[in-house]
């Protein structure tokens, strides 16, 4: 699938987020749960609106488990 308009870095790396948590079908909330925070902080990672460090994007990245080739290449 293609993103969307994109309009800064916290919007792509969102919709990456998204895409490889459809890919693993999970749910926002199960994402939430892996993460120990709450659906609504998955939701906000998902449509840029948090500033994540690079940090927080290796958790969610070992939580997704993906590679960070794959993740960044939305394979």
Request: charge should be positive; hydrophobic fraction near 35%.
């Amino acid at each position: 699938m293609n993103p969307p308009k994109i309009h800064n870095v916290k919007q792509h790396i969102g919709w990456i987020v998204k895409q490889q948590r459809l890919k693993k079908r999970l749910t926002q909330q199960q994402l939430a749960d892996l993460l120990n925070v709450g659906r609504q902080y998955v939701w906000k990672i998902e449509n840029g609106r948090i500033n994540l460090t690079v940090g927080y994007l290796d958790k969610i990245i070992e939580k997704l488990k993906c590679s960070y080739i794959d993740f960044f290449s939305n394979k």
